[in-house]
């Protein structure tokens, strides 16, 4: 007896736009309607495996939280390393600035101080002077009157009493000072490098577990 299946087959093979009958026809159509949506419901479907849709759903979305955080403490570390950066180059700046400041009020100091000495030397001269011009002039008055005795004497002005201009401490702390501004900036570089790998430490165990992750996921 013949096989109604493979007889139908091979008829479709041979003749596939010969069917009989109307039932024939919209059955055809209606297996091929079938067909094309089972296939396109396959393939769009997010749910591939019955029952782990939501399951995919939640690692997808916890994988986006995971690299958007992770995105952002390297996007922090790499910021706070920058600052760091920018302090240490700030404060170099402001030492040497703050060096050359003192240097510069410490010049001032001593051509105060020496024009200070300049001008109480000055002064006792001018006294001088207007006492020698006085005695000359009183002398000249007095014609045979022979001048007071206290006329030979030179007069001494009252010395004052004033703080202390001396600079000589200043300029050995300035000089120390100096000193160490240099050692900084000798070693700025090995320095700069030390606050880059400090984040870089920080950075490399997100990297690590960054890519633990993603291979577990793959």
């Known amino acids: 007896m013949p096989d ?4 139908a087959m091979q008829t479709l093979l041979l003749s596939p736009f010969s069917l009989g009958g109307v039932q024939s026809i919209v059955l055809f159509f209606v297996s091929i309607g079938f067909a094309c949506f089972a296939m396109w419901d396959g393939l769009a479907a997010d749910d591939k495996y019955p029952g782990y849709g939501d399951v995919q759903r939640a690692a997808i979305k916890s994988r986006q939280e995971f690299d958007s955080d992770v995105q952002a403490m390297r996007e922090e570390l790499v910021d706070l390393r920058q600052q760091h950066l920018d302090s240490f180059e700030k404060q170099i700046k402001n030492c040497q600035s703050g060096l050359a400041l003192l240097a510069k ?5 001593d051509a105060t101080a020496a024009r200070l000495n300049q001008a109480v030397l000055d002064v ?3 006294m001088e002077a207007l006492l020698k011009e006085f005695r000359t002039e009183n002398e000249m008055h007095r014609g045979a009157l022979p001048a007071p005795a206290y006329f ?7 010395p004052l009493a004033f703080p202390s201009l001396s600079t000589a401490d200043n300029r050995r702390s300035l000089e120390e000072q100096e000193l160490l501004v240099k050692l900084l900036i ?5 320095i700069r490098l030390r606050i880059q790998q400090v984040f870089e430490d920080q950075i490399v165990p997100i990297e690590t577990f ?3 992750f993603k291979d577990r996921g793959a």
């Open 4 to 7: 109604p299946g493979g007889t």
């Open 105 to 109: 009020e410490l010049d001032n100091k």
């Open 124 to 126: 006792a001269n001018s």
């Open 152 to 158: 030979g004497k030179k007069q001494i002005l009252t």
């Open 186 to 190: 000798t070693n700025e570089q090995a």
């Open 210 to 212: 960054e890519f633990t």
